[in-house]
């Protein structure tokens, strides 16, 4: 049986294919549109994934829509009404989207799977999923857990913001949901919009930049705007707030509270910018303790899985592993709207067709993340030479041995190989790589080839094996999704002079024997690397312990600031050229960037929007 799941409309939309339970692929549409979140209907995803498959529509038995259109349209409407007269130009301009187009969603899904195949039967094979189920089957179903609690935490679905559910085999069952407006992903994009940065999108540079400040208004947030309960549960004090009626997420009650106005986004970031982001982060990871503390209490199973946006904050996450109130847990890599796409698939085929699950056997079914496309060889050559691209074609092991070195010269390095990845991480399928001793890394790579803000931390990848030996952390975290802090006898003893410095003046310290991976605060956001799921990446990172005794690697999305991570080599090698990367490895193609013609460099200025 094959189920396609999509998710579109809204942001990050998505397309996922299971048969016979197994996830075939799944893939955002942003990477063959180009466009950073794209929301459109998944055409190119969707071919894809059937061409992964094998298959066309009609070979599909379900299509799943990963939320209920009309169920939103309830919400708003309410919404509206309950605030009204308040919020009448923001109503104005929502209604004739809603009427014209997201209304009728059904008809228009229709319309759009007809283009595939004039026979699509819609009337049977169309199913749809309730949001915060589609989150909840995307983190439990290919989690390797029997039975777990599954917490769910995102803006908002239909109506529901904050969901737990218990799945056992393959049954999910909804036990509690906390509603719209109370939202904790509304709550942190409040914020994200008040620090100037882009809602949807900016939340992780508050993430990032919450270490360099101090939560001094933690009390203010937890006194004023959101009361929180014992069991983690919570309410947002509306009159602070503009995002049910308004066309911003916050209101001038909010900015005098905190006694600044809400920050133009290229303006500079202040010590004030800083605090803000530390003490919204603090409130969260509080809730989010509250929350699992509560769940393992009330439910005493020993495994939690986690999805929906707020599943991203891999700091909060890491504070709930070292909690220890639960024994195990899982996060759904693609943990946003575009892990719907596959939770809605996951869901139709295991609770609406009540078809078994199989076993894990101690690993996850997500193949490691690696689930989009994938270029031959030849293809690769072919690709490239029609690109004007000068590379060597070389084979496994002197390919891997001249990366090694020149990454251990500091050079930085665009790297694709295999599938892509699904979900907002670059886990060695298309990533950026650089040096982790290198002090220089962290902003050469944000300044000259991400061409972003200087603050925004890197990962490393570390090999599975030597984790322990660099991180308080021994466990799986193969998706990136969990930080951790640099082992003390890996950390170096800052002076008191460096001790007292305070924001940015932090930035450029040595803090440990990698300090292009290591935060502020000495965390890193780990990536454990696995040879059963990335045998490539892991030799490389294995020879490059052999040259420098290290096994870990800066990696970052290889992509510039405002544009997806690449897809195809003609992505990567634009991207080459118009970055300051040294080499580009695709496939078993190497390139040079001083032996590329200097007619096919690349000015990015102005081709993609700011994030």
Not at 8 to 20: G, Q, T, V
Not at 168 to 192: D, Q
Request: glycine letters at 6%; aromatic letters at 10%.
């Amino acid at each position: 049986m094959r189920v396609l799941g999509v998710s579109a409309f809204y942001h990050d939309s998505a397309a996922a294919l299971i048969e016979d339970g197994r996830i075939v692929a799944a893939a955002q549409e942003e990477r063959f549109s180009r466009k950073k979140h794209d929301a459109s209907f998944p055409e190119h995803a969707i071919l894809y994934c059937l061409e992964e498959a094998n298959t066309d529509l009609a070979g599909v038995d379900y299509v799943a829509f990963y939320d209920k259109p009309f169920l939103k349209f309830e919400r708003l409407l309410e919404t509206y009404l309950a605030f009204a007269p308040r919020g009448f130009k923001s109503f104005s301009m929502a209604m004739p989207v809603w009427i014209k187009e997201k209304l009728f969603q059904k008809d228009l899904l229709r319309k759009r799977f007809k283009s595939f195949d004039d026979g699509f039967d819609w009337q049977n094979k169309l199913l749809f999923s309730e949001h915060h189920m589609s989150h909840a089957a995307s983190a439990f179903f290919p989690s390797p857990y029997d039975e777990a609690v599954v917490l769910t935490m995102d803006g908002v679905g239909e109506w529901a913001t904050t969901s737990v559910a218990i799945g056992r085999g393959n049954t999910l069952e909804v036990e509690k949901e906390i509603h719209f407006p109370h939202s904790l992903g509304l709550l942190y994009s409040a914020f994200t919009y008040y620090a100037g940065f882009k809602v949807n999108s900016g939340e992780y540079k508050v993430m990032g930049l919450a270490p360099y400040g101090e939560p001094k208004y933690a009390d203010v947030i937890k006194d004023t705007l959101v009361d929180i309960k014992d069991d983690g549960s919570f309410r947002l004090d509306q009159s602070y707030f503009n995002y049910c009626t308004g066309l911003t997420m916050t209101n001038d009650r909010f900015s005098d509270l905190f006694g600044e106005p809400v920050r133009a986004p290229e303006d500079l970031l202040t010590p004030f910018h800083m605090d803000i982001a530390a003490s919204v982060q603090a409130v969260v990871e509080e809730i989010v303790l509250k929350l699992t503390r509560s769940l393992r209490a009330e439910y005493d199973l020993p495994n939690l899985c986690l999805a929906g946006g707020v599943a991203l904050n891999c700091v909060a996450n890491g504070k709930v592993h070292r909690d220890g109130a639960f024994e195990n847990i899982w996060i759904q890599p693609a943990a946003g709207d575009a892990g719907g796409a596959l939770g809605a698939a996951l869901g139709a085929y295991h609770i609406h067709q009540r078809q078994p699950r199989a076993t894990a056997n101690g690993m996850d079914h997500m193949s490691g993340g690696y689930l989009g496309p994938c270029f031959e060889q030849a293809d690769i050559e072919e690709r490239l030479t029609a690109a004007g691209a000068t590379f060597h074609v070389m084979d496994d092991d002197a390919l891997i041995d001249r990366t090694a070195s020149a990454l251990a010269d500091d050079q930085a390095v665009g790297w694709m190989a295999g599938r892509m990845e699904f979900g907002p991480r670059a886990l060695g399928g298309r990533s950026i790589l650089g040096n982790p001793a290198s002090p220089a890394m962290q902003k050469t790579l944000n300044l000259k080839v991400k061409y972003r803000e200087s603050f925004r931390p890197f990962a490393p990848a570390i090999l599975r094996e030597d984790m322990a030996d660099w991180f308080d952390h021994d466990a799986d975290t193969p998706y990136m999704l969990i930080v951790a802090d640099v082992k003390e006898e890996r950390r170096r003893r800052m002076s008191a002079s460096e001790a007292a410095l305070f924001g940015i003046d932090k930035l450029n310290v040595v803090r440990s024997e990698i300090p292009a991976v290591t935060h502020v605060d000495y965390s890193a956001r780990l990536q454990s690397v696995h040879r059963e799921t990335n045998p490539r990446f892991h030799a490389l990172l294995s020879a490059f312990k052999a040259k420098t005794g290290c096994p870990v690697l800066v990696n970052t999305s290889f992509n510039i600031r405002g544009e997806p991570i690449v897809c195809t080599p003609e992505d990567a090698f634009r991207c080459f050229m118009g970055t300051e990367l040294d080499l580009l490895v695709v496939g078993n193609c190497l390139l040079r960037k001083d032996e590329q013609s200097v007619d096919l460099k690349v000015d990015y200025s102005d081709s993609f929007e700011l994030d």
